[in-house]
């Protein structure tokens, strides 16, 4: 999103924790099946992105403060129209997949094994979508150059319409992920956020395979401050940052980011 449209959307993960919730009401509430609940909130939340960009950002995209504002407005009227619903209580939603498995003595649930899949199918078919089709072709053209690509008959205001309802359903699809193994709340959307941003920031802004790497990384660091410092396990997030702050003074622009040389006074 901030790569074609240049918006820094700090709702981002509140839309994460809106789906979380739909998949929850639906399922454990109305007594829905899993997939059936699945089947309704994501269109729904990536319909409420669309909705969120069309007549709230669009018109101020091009101020990067007014979209900060806004995002984080959004978010803050999720959180308080979530907890007006449902109360501040902490919600789980069952696993798909129940069971577990142990790999080099570590057990893992087959869940956390659907969630590997589910990332693996997202990335590769979010890179073929990029990389073969038109709307894919036109977005990248949009990142690159939004003034050479309206001249050559791509619609602009369309395809930044189109990729937030991308980031939407990325948001949507990652609660379908996470709602049996990660417990969520009203307030949940703020913990998360720190960490996408780290990540976006550490892997270069703008860059698809930088964010990727960069969530590795972090994830990486953070598992292995709990398993070689299992006592100091709190500190997880703390390392993590730590490791974008190393990689930031070797690289300002981040992983794949671009640097943009300012003249100085």
């Not at 919600?91 to 589910?118: C, D, E, K, R």
């Amino acid at each position: 999103m901030f790569g074609v449209a240049h918006i820094i959307n700090l709702a981002h993960t509140a839309f994460y924790v809106v789906a979380a919730y739909g998949i929850w009401f639906f399922a454990q509430e109305l007594g829905l099946s899993p997939i059936a609940s699945i089947a309704i909130t994501v269109p729904t939340v990536t319909l409420l992105g669309l909705l969120s960009y069309r007549f709230l950002l669009d018109r101020v995209r091009q101020h990067a403060q007014a979209v900060l504002l806004i995002t984080i407005a959004l978010a803050i009227v999720f959180q308080e129209v979530l907890l007006a619903l449902f109360g501040s209580h902490l919600h789980i939603s069952p696993p798909l997949i129940a069971g577990s498995t142990t790999i080099s003595g570590v057990t893992i649930t087959y869940q956390q094994l659907l969630i590997l899949g589910i990332v693996v199918v997202v990335m590769v078919g979010l890179w073929l979508f990029l990389s073969k089709t038109r709307l894919g072709t036109a977005i990248r053209a949009t990142a690159n150059d939004a003034e050479v690509a309206n001249l050559m008959g791509i619609s602009v205001p369309k395809t930044l319409l189109i990729t937030m309802g991308i980031g939407t359903f990325l948001a949507a699809v990652a609660a379908v992920s996470m709602t049996s193994v990660w417990v969520f709340f009203p307030f949940a959307w703020m913990a998360p956020l720190t960490m996408v941003l780290a990540i976006v920031v550490l892997g270069g802004l703008g860059s698809l395979k930088g964010s990727i790497i960069g969530a590795f990384i972090m994830a990486l660091v953070q598992t292995l401050v709990v398993f070689l410092l299992p006592t100091q396990n709190y500190m997880q997030i703390a390392f993590a940052l730590l490791a974008m702050v190393i990689v930031l003074s070797v690289r300002p622009g981040g992983l794949f980011g671009i640097v943009f040389e300012e003249e100085r006074l």
